[in-house]
């Protein structure tokens, strides 16, 4: 199941489509309330608290989805809808710009567990646009959805207790954007315990509005397989699979003509009076 919310950008509203163990927040905004809108205008809307993204992590994030992902759309996009008001697509700063943070509640009933960030992490936190354009670039907004750091922050000042490497096109060893000011994948190394929570951020995140079309993109994550134990996760498979088997159908010996037209027209099996016929349904 999902549920759905708007954001306002600088320019126009953005809509929001999530899994129902995502959740969104922003002061006393939040994603089950009466028509939701939250704001990542750019700035233009002084105070504005960060957008806070409830991630419960769980079996069905892991088994059903393989990938838990929010898909943003953008809704003032040409040839989906005429900009109101237009917008101005050499502003870089332009689109769907806000300060956000991530809050993940280990509810897979295993720990996660700590792997070499070298490993490839065990976590993954990232962002695909569909008009994205990693070309190499050392532009601060680049043309591709990314992450900023805090103003006199660095990243992983934003992610206590965890191993972070930034990338672009999930690789650090790519030549792609600009990884190290505005990276688009982070990958998270972290031990979170069963029942347990982390909150990453805040941090920038930002789409800009591009003048070629939609510019939808969308929030994954995941934790890969170096994230668990092998053993619990074969156990939590295992329970996963039991849980969800499909039901078989009983098999029965093939029945008679007589019998069918016993089961059609005589199914209490009362005695037959001398005489009557057994009729098969028509």
């Known amino acids: 199941m999902t549920h759905t919310a708007l954001i306002q950008g600088t320019d126009h509203l953005w809509g929001v489509t999530l899994p129902d163990y995502i959740h969104l927040s922003q002061g006393p905004v939040t994603d089950t309330g009466p028509f939701p809108v939250f704001i990542m205008d750019g700035g233009k809307s002084p105070n504005t608290p960060p957008l806070t993204i409830d991630i419960h992590y769980t079996p069905e994030a892991i088994f059903q989805d393989s990938i838990a992902s929010i898909r943003v759309q953008d809704l003032g996009a040409e040839g989906l809808a005429a900009e109101t008001p237009a917008a101005n697509f050499a502003d870089s700063t332009n689109g769907l710009r806000g300060s956000v943070q991530f ?140 849980a969800h088997k499909l039901p078989t159908l009983d098999t029965h010996p093939t029945l008679s003509n007589e019998e069918i037209v016993q089961i059609f027209t005589n199914p209490d099996n009362r005695p037959i009076p001398v005489g009557v016929e057994l009729n098969p349904v028509g």
């Open 103 to 242: 809050v993940l509640h280990n509810d897979t009933g295993i720990p996660i567990i700590k792997a070499p960030i070298g490993q490839g992490g065990d976590m993954l936190l990232y962002l695909t646009g569909f008009s994205d354009n990693t070309s190499p670039t050392q532009e601060f907004h680049t043309p591709y959805t990314h992450f900023h750091a805090p103003t006199g922050k660095t990243l992983a000042e934003q992610f206590p207790g965890a191993d972070i490497q930034p990338m672009v096109g999930y690789s650090p060893n790519s030549n792609e954007g600009n990884p190290v000011s505005a990276p688009d994948t982070i990958s998270i190394s972290q031990a979170i315990p069963v029942g347990g929570t982390v909150t990453w951020g805040p941090m920038t995140m930002h789409q800009r509005d591009l003048s070629q079309g939609a510019d939808d993109f969308t929030i994954s994550f995941y934790v890969n397989k170096y994230g668990f134990n092998e053993a619990d996760f074969a156990q939590l498979k295992a329970d996963w699979d039991a």
